[in-house]
């Protein structure tokens, strides 16, 4: 094992390879955002001690470069000029705003003017140049007063709250008119009428870089100003009843509505311990109940977790996007008071592993029902993988995220470790592997690498599971040395797969071949060599289909059950996972 650094400062660590006869990242070590070197983009300014979603926003007169793309969780991405299809300058009414307390950006794109220049000097020196974009005055220990202006992309601005340094970035005169209509009448609102949508008016002026509102006090001023061009209307963002009160009136932005935190107390009874739904590492899960009399799950994420804030995000910007009957809706979330909290519709079975594996509940569900469950997860995942905007790959499929509608229809749920994969991008590799133990596949697992093939084997272990009644961890039978896939494939093997169904399960002559071929399909999913597993449109396929003939499985990954037994899933699942053994293969 030797040390290493990349090209952007991260430091870890790298294992020989025999195989492949080259070194391969072992591990890495993370440090904050805002220390890797042009983090933000072009134009983007990283503030580290940001309460918010990103750390990153644009600097005055830019806006968000790809805001669909941040918007499915990705990289921030950098900034571009707004209404300007030209990069220089020199337009009438053109001026600077001043963005105080930063690191200044990358001075390899900065020109010393005048080391004698004061300020008011310097600006005048910018204004000449039609290239210059921002321009800083900084003292010179024995030399005075010095003029830096800046001629391409301003890379790697950093929030310093202690350091006395600020830039004056160059903007047009529609964006200057809306900086000082903001200063005279935003600062006046604020204090009074706004702190409560702070963390919502930074996420609308983030994402799709909105104006920047405030709701008036009076009963009178029904009407929502914009302040950043006063002549453009806002009741498109918000409406009448700022802070929302009701899903049905909430058309603060259509993709994701927000609600105020009392509005979510008063809907739990305050986080009453008797509407608690669940808990888990994610935190809290609460039934809740509107006026209205709509009922919905409240998912209240730990405080002060920079992990659980990375997922929340993750969370909102990836499943306001998507929509299918088979994936949990979102009815919005509350960002308010150091909480963050998503709103779900409400499920009235709860998970499908509270009834699975629950000796009252699992004779509920009858083999027509848990195939149900099976092809509608199928049918989510498939629209994850192919049918979406853009490939998602969920990373933590298991039956507890899996909830369960009045008519037991599927809800994929959970989506705080899902990743995006862009255009023809098939894997991804990460040195932060989370998920639950039991439910990975080996390649994730063991080297940090996803594609559509993990959440290929999670689903094949769901199917087992479904099909016998048993959980992947805490599985015990007469040879304890087997894992479940084991313990099926060893029957598989014998011919006696039928011995695996779960015995509250009656099924007839006819329907024990439908059975059978989940339990092949299932077996075809957990293979050791993800090549040789189907992809979800195959998986489709194959359910939906008696006749189509299906390859003879190979020997499965995770034959053997793990060795340190006392290990349990909730350990696995806090995203703390260390190898310190080998799993049998």
Known sequence: MIPTMDNSGTMGAAMWDE????WKEFYSVTHKKCDVYGYCGAYGKCEPSSPFLSE?????????????KFLLGNAFGGCVRKRSESSSFCAPGEGFVRVANVKAPDTSAAVWVDMGLNEVNCEQECRKNCSCCAYATTKIDGKGTGCLTWHGELMDTVSMPGLDLAIYVRVDARELGNQIWRCSIFIDKLA????PLLSFLHLLMLTNNHPCFYYPRTANERRIRNLFDPGEDGSNYFQDSLPTKEIERSKIYPELPFFNLSTIRAA???FSPDNKLGQGGFGSVYKGKFSSGVEVAVKRSPNNSRQGLEQFKSEVFLIAKLQHRNLVKLHGCCIEEQEQMLVYEYLPYNSLDSILFDQTGSPFLDWCKRFNIILGVARGILYLHQDSRCRIIHRDLKTSNILL??????KISDFGMARVLEGDQVEGKTSRIGGTYGYMSPEYAYLGKFSVKSDVFSFGVMLLEIVTGMKINGFSQEDPALSL?????????????????DPSIEVSNEGSNGVLRCIHIGLLCVE??????PDMQAVVVMLNSETIPLPAPKRPAFVYAK??????AAEWSRNEITFSDTLGR
């Open 19 to 22: 195989v492949d006869g080259q």
């Open 56 to 68: 990153c926003v644009c600097l005055p007169g830019y806006e968000l470069k790809s805001p669909s």
């Open 192 to 195: 009074s009428s706004c702190l």
């Open 268 to 270: 739990t009874n305050n």
């Open 405 to 410: 509608d009045a008519e037991l229809n599927p």
């Open 485 to 501: 896939i084991g313990y099926v494939w060893e029957l598989w093997k014998e011919e006696r797969a039928v011995e695996v169904v």
């Open 528 to 533: 050791e060599d993800p090549s040789d597993q």
């Open 563 to 568: 060795s340190r037994v006392e290990e349990t």
